[in-house]
């Protein structure tokens, strides 16, 4: 079945700790975001990526970093976990990017993963 | 801050009455779309309207767009159970540096 799939769905996770939230994609969508969601703060973008082999520094990207080494794939990694890092995190995808290309296509979300950071 | 503002932040009506949800934002834009998000899901896509449009239709969603006052509307007609849901508007930016933001929702509840 074409779409976003993420892992895990939901995760605890010590203070400290490296983490990594996976996301795939199979619809051969140039771009892909990172979302983190918070109550009253609605969505924020962490990080993007035009396409495979560039990514880009979104709203809040501090703590995270990100790779895209091909097309289907985009982790999200927290190389020292903070508690304010705790929300519900949404990889997407689009078919065009963002950045000098037309108008950005709808965004196509996975069902994210769910981090608490204690 | 957020570029977009949904109005108003919670909405309860009846199954088969109208519910209207307004956005506000600050820049120019590209375009402007509406997302739902079921509870514990990702967001759905629902519409997009370019800037040039003022008004778009799709099944019981209509949408506009003011440029001029920087505001978009979602009505969805004759609403279900099935449209309880958060709708958020989410506007790409035309300045230098294009990107999507999202505003911080409208809880729909639709009471059967």
């Known amino acids: 079945i074409a779409g976003i799939t993420q892992a895990p769905t939901s995760q605890i996770l010590a203070a400290g700790r490296r983490m990594t939230l996976r996301c795939t994609q199979d619809m051969r969508h140039n771009a892909m975001y990172w979302y983190r969601q918070d109550l009253g703060l609605g969505l924020r973008l962490i990080h993007y990526?035009?396409?495979?082999?560039?990514?880009g520094k979104g709203e809040v990207p501090d703590g995270y970093s990100v790779s895209r080494a091909n097309t289907d794939d985009f982790p999200l990694t927290l190389a020292s976990a903070v508690p304010s890092q705790t929300s519900v995190y949404f990889c997407?995808?689009?078919?065009?990017?963002?950045?000098?290309?037309?108008?950005?296509?709808?965004?196509?979300f996975g069902p994210g993963t769910r981090l608490t950071v204690l | 801050s957020q570029q977009g503002e949904e109005d108003p932040q919670a909405l309860s009506i009846q199954e088969g009455e109208n519910a209207t949800m307004n956005c506000s934002y600050k820049t120019s834009i590209n375009n402007l779309q509406w997302y739902r998000q079921n509870s514990g899901r990702g967001l759905v896509h629902l519409i997009l309207i370019r800037s040039n449009e003022r008004e778009k239709h799709s099944g019981r969603l209509r949408v506009t767009l003011d440029t001029s006052k920087k505001s978009s509307s979602l009505l969805i007609t004759a609403s279900r159970a099935a449209d309880t849901a958060s709708y958020f508007c989410?506007?790409?930016?035309?300045?230098?540096?294009?990107?999507?933001?999202f505003g911080t929702g409208t809880k729909l509840q639709v009471i059967p």
């Open positions: 997407a995808s689009s078919p065009e990017g963002l950045a000098g290309g037309p108008a950005i296509n709808e965004q196509f």
């Open positions: 989410a506007t790409e930016d035309s300045g230098g540096y294009q990107k999507v933001t």
């Open positions: 990526s035009n396409t495979a082999g560039t990514t």
